[in-house]
């Protein structure tokens, strides 16, 4: 049963057709073509925070911004850092008004961090952040619908944490292939196939040479 939390949760991935959404070395830009990371950055615009892993800070320096979006407003960006190393030159601390919040693990070393507006550095009370405490601490904050861009093993955390409402693939029609290369979604201890997480398609779409795929847990 889903926790008793208000915050709407979308998974949003882009991947190739075998599942992965980088090579073995972590490459991942680009998978996808232009009309479809026009189709990130509206989902962006539609909620109020975007969360990702650490490592996907240390491998891809997102912005986690809204851009080319018209009227498009940039939603609260969200790192899970247990160890506190985020970069102070990470483009995420770039100041445009916008919250930044870095949430670390209780036995992270204090550290300076940037000078920024609107920067908020939680500690969460675990070695590493559990899910449900980072959903009740966004929950009062306001946040009420969260976009979580990754990579893999902040997506199976989400999962195994069933807080999960919508899930958003952007299919390119590519192959990485190996087993090396990270597939969207790290170990969720499945033995049977009979356990796997189910989904309900909702939607299929073209976007350009890509497909949208918007699905919901069973
Ligand atoms: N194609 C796409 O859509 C897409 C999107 C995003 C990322 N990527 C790719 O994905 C790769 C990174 O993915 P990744 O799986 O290696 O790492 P990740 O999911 O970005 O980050 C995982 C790290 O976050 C930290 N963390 C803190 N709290 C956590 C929690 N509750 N659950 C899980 N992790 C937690 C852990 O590090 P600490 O213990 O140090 O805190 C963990 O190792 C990069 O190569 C990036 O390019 C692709």
Same mark, same amino acid.
């Given at each position: 049963?889903?926790?008793?939390?208000?915050?709407?949760?979308?998974?949003?991935?882009?991947?190739?057709?075998?599942?992965?959404?980088?090579?073995?070395?972590?490459?991942?830009?680009?998978?996808?073509?232009?009309?479809?990371?026009?189709?990130?950055?509206?989902?962006?615009?539609?909620?109020?925070?975007?969360?990702?892993?650490?490592?996907?800070?240390?491998?891809?320096?997102?912005?986690?911004?809204?851009?080319?979006?018209?009227?498009?407003?940039?939603?609260?960006?969200?790192?899970?850092?247990?160890?506190?190393?985020?970069?102070?030159?990470?483009?995420?601390?770039?100041?445009?008004?916008?919250?930044?919040?870095?949430?670390?693990?209780?036995?992270?070393?204090?550290?300076?961090?940037?000078?920024?507006?609107?920067?908020?550095?939680?500690?969460?009370? +675990?070695?590493?952040? *559990?899910?449900?405490? #980072?959903? /009740? &601490? !966004? %929950?009062?904050?306001?946040?009420?619908?969260?976009?979580?861009?990754?990579?893999?093993?902040?997506?199976?955390?989400?999962?195994?944490?069933?807080?999960?409402?919508?899930?958003?693939?952007?299919?390119?029609?590519?192959?990485?292939?190996?087993?090396?290369?990270?597939?969207?979604?790290?170990?969720?201890?499945?033995?049977?196939?009979?356990?796997?997480?189910?989904?309900?398609?909702?939607?299929? +779409?073209?976007?350009? *040479?890509?497909?949208? #795929?918007? /699905? &919901? !847990? %069973?």
């Amino acid at each position: 049963m889903k926790p008793s939390t208000r915050i709407k949760v979308t998974l949003k991935a882009a991947i190739t057709v075998d599942g992965k959404i980088a090579t073995r070395l972590g490459h991942s830009k680009w998978i996808t073509g232009d009309a479809a990371r026009q189709k990130s950055h509206q989902l962006r615009h539609e909620n109020d925070a975007i969360l990702v892993g650490i490592n996907t800070v240390l491998k891809d320096d997102p912005e986690l911004t809204v851009r080319g979006i018209e009227g498009g407003r940039s939603p609260a960006r969200v790192v899970l850092d247990s160890k506190a190393c985020i970069p102070e030159q990470s483009r995420i601390f770039h100041n445009d008004g916008v919250p930044v919040i870095i949430i670390t693990g209780n036995q992270a070393p204090s550290r300076s961090w940037p000078e920024l507006e609107k920067l908020n550095i939680f500690v969460a009370p +675990t070695k590493t952040p *559990d899910v449900l405490w #980072i959903m /009740a &601490k !966004l %929950k009062k904050l306001g946040v009420k619908s969260l976009l979580v861009e990754g990579g893999s093993l902040i997506h199976a955390s989400f999962l195994k944490s069933n807080c999960v409402d919508q899930l958003a693939f952007i299919l390119a029609p590519k192959i990485i292939g190996g087993q090396a290369a990270l597939s969207w979604c790290g170990d969720l201890k499945v033995e049977n196939v009979n356990d796997a997480c189910q989904l309900d398609i909702i939607s299929i +779409t073209p976007l350009g *040479d890509d497909w949208f #795929i918007s /699905a &919901k !847990l %069973k």
